[in-house]
C-alpha cells in the first residue's frame, strides 16, 4: 500500500495511505467512489445531473472554481489540492481559503509534485497530510518538518504573527 | 540600525543549516538540478556564465560597518577579492563554489545577514531610498515598515512559488529616489490632512520585455493595514497570475489585462477578509522596530563649521565634491557623503574592492555613526559625516578612487554585469560604460552638462534599469553579433517616465559617439539652466535623432 505523511496531533507521521487517488473523471465514473478521492469536475457533473453520489473525497486542481462548491464540498472526509509542477503555489492560497475562509477542518492533502522542501510550507498554510511524490523517500522527506522554529507571520498553522508574541505582548 | 533579537537570529541560522542540507542533497544527486534551481535561488545562488553568483540581501540598502567589513572577508576569502553593488541594493559575488556557499551564509549571519530569497519567483528584498532617515525633505521614517515587510515576506509560507517575482519599494519623502513606480508594489508613506500616517499604494509596475509604470490602487490606508493589504494583493496574484508563459508572469501583465480598477477591486475584495486580523499592525510594534532606527548619537554642532568653510574656500576639488557628492542632512552640523564607484574607465560601475570596502567601513565608523547605505545607482552613501570631518574624508576617499565628484552626471553610469558576466546577456555592457566614461573625461564639461542618467542594460531584462535613464542603453543580439539599442527621456523619481527607443541600432565602437550627438543636441538647443530631460520635453526627439543619424550615415 502506498504512503503518506499526516500530521497527527502536532507530529508527522509515515503511514499507509487509506484512499485511493482516481486523476480522470472517466476513471471515476466506472468506479466505486468509496475511498476514492475524485476530481472536483466530475463531483461538478454529478451534482449538474443531480445524480445521486456518495462522493467522500475530491481533489481540486488549481484552476478549479472550488469557491462555488463551497457548501458542497462540507461533507467530504478528504479535500487534495493538487500541485502539477511543484513550482506552481497557487495550492497555497487555496489551502489557505479553505481553511480560514472556509473553516475546512477535515483532512487536508497535498497531491501532485509534492516534495520534500516544499513540505513546511504547505503545513504551515494548512495541509495535514502530504502523498509525497512516490520516486521520493518518504522516510527522508519527512525530516524536513522541524527545520524552522521561528516563524515570523501569521498563517493558517498560527494565524498570529510574531510580532504580538515579541516581547511578551 | 535594526538589530536581530533571539528570534531573527535563530531564523537566519536555520535558514542556513537548511541550505547546508539542501547543498548536500545535490551533490550527492538525490536533488536533481531541476529540482533544486528554485532552492538555490531563494537562497541568492545563480549559476552564471563562469561561476556560480551569490546575492547577498542588504535589506533596504543599510548596513554596518560590522556588515561591510564581512562582506570584504567573504569577497577575500571566497571570491576574487571584490563584490558589485546593484540597482537592487543588494551586493553580488561572482565567483562563488556551490559548495562554499553554506559557509558563506553561515559566515555571514555571525553578522545578522543572509541571501534568503533575493532572486527566485518570491518577495524579493524590499527597498527603499538611500537617504532614508536623513534625507532634509523626509515626511516620514520608511526604514520601519521596510523591516516589517522584511520579517513578513520571510519565508511567508503562502507567497514562496509565486508566478514570478515580486519586488516591494517604499519611499516616504517628497522626491522618490527609490524608483517606486517599477516595482511590482510601490507605496508612498505620506501624512494625511488629519496628520495620519497613510500609504498610497501602487502596483503593476515593472521594467524588462514589457515595462510598465505602477498605477495607483489606493490612497488613503492607514499603515496599520500594510501587511494585510500586501497579502490580499500577492494572493489575487498568487490565484490569477499567468504561469503558462514567464514572460507574461509579472504582476503587471494582470494588472494590465483586469485593467487597474477591476485588480483594484479584486484586491480590495480580498482585503475585506483580511482587514483587522491579526496581521493588523500594532503602535506597540512600529515604536519597537522604529526605535532601532533612531540615531541617538547625534552630537550638538553649530549648523556652520569655520573650519569646513575655510576649506571649502581654499581648495576648488575638495568644494566640487562637496557641491556634487555631498548633501544636506537633517541634523545641523552633518551631511550625508556619497562616494562615487564609477571613478571612469577601468572600473565597472558597482564594483567595490575588499580593500576599498575596509576604507569605507573604518570612515563609518571615524566620521559617521557607523552606517553605510547602498543606493539603487550602485553608489555607497556614508549617511552621517560631521561638516567638520568632510575634508579628511574626502582626502582619504581620493587615495581610494572613491571621491570622484560626478553624482548625477553622465558619466555615474548604472550599468549590469552583462556578457562579462551574466548568461542571459545578449551583449556586454561595461565595455560600453568604460568606453563612454573614457570619451567623457573631462569633468569640467560633466558638470556644465548637469544632470544627466544613463543607464545600460545587457538584454532586455533592464537589470540596468535603461529604460529610466534620460539616455538608455539595450544589448540586441543580431545575428549572433553585439547591438546597441538606444532610448531617450527615461526618468525616475516623481516625474518617472520610460524612454523611447530613437531608431536603428548601433556597433559597440560606433556608440561613445553616438552619445556625443545626443550631447551635442543637448548643448545646442537647451535654454540657460536647462537639464537634459527637459530640454527633450521641449523640442522633442527630432532635433536628437537627426543629429545621431545624420553622422551615422
Ligand atoms: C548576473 C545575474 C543576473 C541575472 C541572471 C538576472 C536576471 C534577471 C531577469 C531574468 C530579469 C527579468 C525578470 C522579469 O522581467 O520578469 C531581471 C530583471 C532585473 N534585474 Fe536582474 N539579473 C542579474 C543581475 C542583476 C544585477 C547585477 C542587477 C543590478 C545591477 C539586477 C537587477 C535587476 C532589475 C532592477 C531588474 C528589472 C526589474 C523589473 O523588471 O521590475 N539584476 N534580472
Ligand atoms: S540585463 Fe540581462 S545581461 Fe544584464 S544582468 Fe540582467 S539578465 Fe544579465
Redesign the interface.
Known amino acids: 500500500m502506498p504512503k503518506i505523511i499526516r500530521i497527527n496531533a502536532g507530529v508527522p507521521q509515515v503511514m499507509d495511505d487509506d484512499w485511493e487517488l482516481v486523476r480522470a473523471a472517466e476513471l471515476a465514473s466506472a468506479c466505486e467512489p468509496h475511498r476514492k478521492i475524485v476530481p472536483l469536475s466530475y463531483f461538478r457533473s454529478m451534482l449538474e445531473e443531480h445524480r445521486p453520489s456518495n462522493i467522500q473525497a475530491v481533489w481540486i486542481s488549481p484552476d478549479d472554481d472550488f469557491e462555488s462548491l463551497v457548501p458542497e464540498l462540507r461533507s467530504m472526509k478528504v479535500i487534495a489540492v493538487d500541485f502539477p509542477t511543484f513550482r506552481d503555489g497557487r495550492g497555497y492560497s487555496v489551502a489557505t481559503l479553505l481553511r480560514s475562509r472556509y473553516q475546512w477542518d477535515g483532512e487536508l492533502r497535498a497531491i501532485g509534485d509534492v516534495l520534500r522542501d516544499q513540505l513546511n510550507y504547505m503545513r504551515r498554510c494548512g495541509f495535514d497530510s502530504f502523498a509525497v511524490r512516490a520516486d521520493k523517500d518518504i522516510d527522508d522527506a519527512i525530516k524536513s518538518f522541524n527545520h524552522y522554529s521561528v516563524k515570523y507571520q501569521g498563517a493558517v498553522d498560527d494565524p498570529l504573527p510574531l510580532f504580538r508574541r515579541r516581547g511578551g505582548l | 540600525m535594526y538589530q536581530y533579537?533571539e528570534?531573527?537570529e535563530?531564523?537566519v541560522r536555520?535558514r542556513v543549516?537548511?541550505f547546508r542540507?539542501?547543498v548536500a542533497r545535490r551533490l550527492s544527486g538525490?536533488l536533481s538540478e531541476e529540482?533544486f534551481l528554485?532552492?538555490r535561488l531563494q537562497n541568492g545562488l545563480y549559476n552564471q556564465k563562469h561561476a556560480y553568483m551569490l546575492r547577498v540581501a542588504i535589506p533596504y540598502g543599510v548596513l554596518s560597518s560590522a556588515q561591510l567589513r564581512m562582506l570584504a572577508h567573504i569577497a577575500r576569502r571566497y571570491d576574487r577579492g571584490y563584490g558589485h553593488f546593484t540597482t537592487r541594493q543588494n551586493i553580488q559575488y561572482n565567483w562563488i563554489k556551490l559548495e562554499e556557499a553554506p559557509d558563506i551564509l553561515q559566515e555571514l549571519a555571525t553578522v545578522q545577514m543572509h541571501a534568503i530569497q533575493t532572486s527566485g519567483?518570491c518577495v524579493r528584498n524590499i527597498t527603499t531610498e538611500q537617504f532614508a532617515g536623513v534625507a532634509a525633505d523626509e515626511i516620514l521614517d520608511p526604514r520601519p515598515l521596510a523591516e516589517?515587510l522584511r520579517?513578513?515576506?520571510?519565508?511567508?509560507?503562502?507567497?514562496?512559488?509565486?508566478?514570478r517575482k515580486f519586488k516591494i519599494a517604499l519611499s516616504a519623502s517628497k522626491e522618490d529616489r527609490a524608483a517606486v513606480r517599477m516595482h511590482d508594489v510601490g507605496v508612498y508613506m505620506h501624512l494625511n490632512a488629519a496628520g495620519q500616517k497613510v500609504l498610497r499604494v501602487f502596483a503593476g509596475g515593472g521594467l524588462g520585455r514589457t515595462p510598465i509604470l505602477s498605477s495607483q490602487i489606493r490612497d488613503d490606508l492607514p499603515w496599520q493595514h500594510l501587511?494585510s493589504y500586501v497579502e490580499a494583493i500577492l494572493?489575487v496574484y498568487?490565484?490569477y497570475g499567468r504561469?503558462d508563459n514567464k514572460y507574461k508572469a509579472r504582476i503587471k501583465i494582470l494588472v494590465k489585462a483586469l485593467g487597474v480598477d477591476a485588480f483594484a477591486a479584486e484586491v480590495e475584495q480580498e482585503w475585506l477578509?483580511l482587514k483587522d486580523?491579526?496581521?493588523t499592525?500594532?503602535e506597540?510594534?512600529y515604536e519597537?522596530v522604529a526605535h532601532f532606527f533612531r540615531q541617538e548619537r547625534y552630537e550638538q554642532v553649530d549648523a556652520h563649521d569655520p573650519t569646513f568653510e575655510r576649506q571649502l574656500a581654499d581648495n576648488k576639488r575638495f568644494a566640487q565634491w562637496v557641491k556634487r557628492n555631498v548633501r544636506e542632512h537633517k541634523v545641523p552640523g552633518y551631511a550625508s557623503v556619497t562616494l562615487s564607484t564609477k571613478p571612469g574607465a577601468g572600473v565597472p560601475p558597482g564594483d567595490v574592492t575588499a580593500e576599498q570596502m575596509e576604507h569605507i567601513a573604518a570612515w563609518a565608523d571615524e566620521f559617521g555613526l557607523g552606517e553605510i547605505r547602498i543606493a539603487h545607482e550602485q553608489n555607497v552613501i556614508l549617511p552621517d559625516v560631521r561638516l567638520r570631518d568632510l575634508h579628511a574624508l574626502w582626502y582619504r576617499a581620493v587615495a581610494q578612487n572613491l571621491a570622484t565628484p560626478n553624482l548625477g552626471l553622465l558619466t555615474d553610469i548604472i550599468a549590469c554585469p552583462g556578457g562579462d558576466y551574466c548568461s542571459l546577456a545578449n551583449a556586454r555592457s561595461l565595455p560600453i560604460a568604460e568606453s563612454i566614461a573614457r570619451r567623457f573625461d573631462d569633468l569640467d564639461f560633466l558638470c556644465d552638462l548637469g544632470e544627466l542618467s544613463l543607464n545600460i542594460s545587457g538584454c532586455i531584462n533592464a537589470c540596468g534599469h535603461h529604460h529610466m535613464g534620460n539616455i538608455g542603453v539595450l544589448g540586441v543580439d543580431k545575428d549572433g553579433e553585439e547591438w546597441y539599442q538606444v532610448t531617450i527621456g527615461g526618468a525616475q523619481g516623481n516625474e518617472s517616465a520610460l524612454g523611447k527607443v530613437i531608431g536603428p541600432s548601433f556597433r559597440a565602437e560606433e556608440m561613445p559617439g553616438v552619445i556625443e550627438r545626443l550631447v551635442e543636441t543637448y548643448c545646442q538647443v537647451r535654454v540657460e539652466g536647462e537639464a537634459f530631460i527637459d530640454t527633450l520635453a521641449r523640442v522633442g526627439a527630432e532635433p536628437f535623432k537627426a543629429n545621431v543619424y545624420h553622422h551615422a550615415v
Open positions: 533579537d528570534y531573527d535563530v531564523l536555520e543549516s537548511e542540507d539542501q538525490d529540482e528554485p532552492l519567483n516589517i520579517q513578513w515576506s520571510t519565508l511567508n509560507p503562502e507567497f514562496a512559488f509565486l508566478p501587511l494572493r498568487n490565484r504561469r477578509h486580523g491579526p496581521s499592525l500594532t506597540d510594534e519597537r
